[in-house]
């Protein structure tokens, strides 16, 4: 790609962008921390702001935006969020159900704060009183306190997929509380290979769990 083509992508990579903040009303801050995995906020910051014209994000970038927003670039079809339910994961992104009073809430809460809502897949908190199809809503700038629960992205640095898990939080520790013996083992928290996200604020569950 040349360094027309280049100013030509980022040019409509920067217009996206920007209808994507004024869309949502979000700031940079708040659309990075929805992604997953959440994007350095330093990413957005540094390409709006570039003094080099032929910038250009990559593409797993901007669909990365896409999945949290549902908002394609270029009128591109939006792909599946992200992450689409791996077998790995404990929680993936909360999709709107056929139950309107359960999106009224969830839409409620996520406007206090900077906020996002997942929905829990496993029973490794059962008895810690959470259960499978669960709503979870995570504040990103909530700090955990002893036995909170937990939204942390796990797996090595070097992989961009890494796994979704929802533990309790037991300095340095991430801990399960299920029945399974085997999901048991604790994972640490060393800010490299895993990284707490947010905290969960509120859990939400629907008469009909089905």
């Keep these: 790609m040349n360094d ?12 996206y962008i920007q209808s994507v903040l004024r869309r949502t009303g979000w700031n940079v801050q708040t659309l990075c921390n ?16 570039r003094k080099r014209p032929e910038h250009t994000l990559n593409d797993s970038t901007i669909r990365r935006i896409e999945a949290a927003t549902g908002i394609g670039f270029d ?5 599946s969020p992200l992450p689409k339910a791996s077998a790995a994961d404990d929680a993936e992104p909360y999709e709107t159900p056929h139950a309107p009073d359960l999106t009224e809430a969830v839409d409620l809460f996520l406007r206090h704060g900077n906020r996002t809502a997942l929905t829990l897949r496993s029973d490794n908190l059962k008895l810690a009183g959470y259960a499978a199809n669960d709503v979870l809503i995570v504040d990103m ?21 890494k ?18 013996p085997r999901s048991r083992w604790p994972i640490v928290v060393d800010n490299w290979s895993t990284r707490i996200r947010g905290t969960v604020v509120h859990c939400l569950r629907s008469r009909n769990r089905a």
């Design 163 to 180: 796994r979704v898990v929802t533990r309790l939080w037991h300095e340095p520790y991430l801990v399960s509380a299920g029945d399974d």
């Design 34 to 49: 929805k992604t997953l995995p959440p994007i350095n906020p330093s990413t957005l910051s540094v390409f709006l702001n």
């Design 4 to 15: 027309l083509s280049k100013i030509d992508l980022a040019d409509r990579q920067t217009a």
């Design 75 to 79: 009128g591109r079809d939006i792909p």
């Design 141 to 161: 700038d909530v700090k955990p306190g002893e036995g909170d629960l937990v939204l942390a992205l796990s797996g090595p640095e070097e992989v961009e997929r």
